[in-house]
């Protein structure tokens, strides 16, 4: 077991039964003209935080953790894609229109890649799924059972969307949930704010928080990935 100095307090970390799952650091989120940037969003939190989800990968790589990386998109045919999400709001590109980086949230398009700096390597896993949390309708929980994984440690993006809906779907799932603070991003500072907040509040009743430079020294012995 490792400590790791976290919030609300310390997270003890089994090298072995943990995976980093990077929550959609995908184009349609971070880069103008996806999905982001029409609801009116200042997208460039998102990449801001490119480096510090680098480094925090590069630690679990070293660490030899399971790695998954999430893709929120959908079948082109949008057989997946509840009319509901599709139609809320007065968004200037809905997802399946084209923009510049392609139709938007659609598998298989240059938006739903995920960045080139944060390119999924072999050997790890790419969940796509058509829901915020990455267990609805996916895969995930069957992998991660597979693999004997019962502790989490998330980044990526959006904090209160994607982020919190997996780690709250994990949390009720039975899985330890750390969350790298300085990892993931909002649109809103208020609502990343409150996020961690309420994650580690009443004794961790979701989870954990805590930075990316303890959590890549923990996983590496040390060293700074
Ligand atoms: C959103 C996400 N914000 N990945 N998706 O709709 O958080």
Not at 21 to 28: G, N, P, S, W, Y
């Amino acid at each position: 077991m490792i400590s790791i100095d976290a919030e609300p307090f310390p997270f003890e970390l089994d090298l072995a039964a943990t995976a980093l799952v990077v929550i959609d650091m995908q184009r349609d989120f971070i880069e103008p003209g996806g999905f982001g940037a029409p609801r009116g969003n200042d997208v460039s939190g998102g990449a801001a935080i490119v480096p510090t989800v680098r480094r925090l990968l590069g630690g679990a790589r070293t660490a030899g953790l399971t790695i998954i990386h999430t893709r929120e998109c959908h079948r082109p045919d949008l057989s997946d894609c509840p009319p509901t999400k599709r139609d809320r709001g007065a968004p200037s590109l809905r997802i399946g229109d084209v923009g510049p980086l392609g139709r938007v949230l659609i598998a298989g398009e240059p938006g739903a890649e995920i960045v080139p700096e944060l390119c999924p390597l072999d050997g790890e896993h790419v969940i796509d799924k058509p829901g915020k949390g990455a267990f609805h309708a996916t895969g995930l929980g069957d992998l991660l059972a597979g693999k004997g994984i019962t502790q989490l440690i998330f980044a990526g993006v959006t904090t209160e969307v994607c982020v919190q809906t997996t780690m709250r779907e994990a949390n009720d799932r039975g899985f330890e949930c750390l969350l790298a603070e300085d990892a993931t991003e909002s649109y809103f500072p208020a609502f990343k704010q409150a996020t961690l907040d309420m994650i580690r509040a009443q004794g961790a009743i979701v989870g954990w928080t805590a930075t990316t430079p303890v959590i890549a020294a923990a996983l590496t012995g040390g060293t700074v990935p």
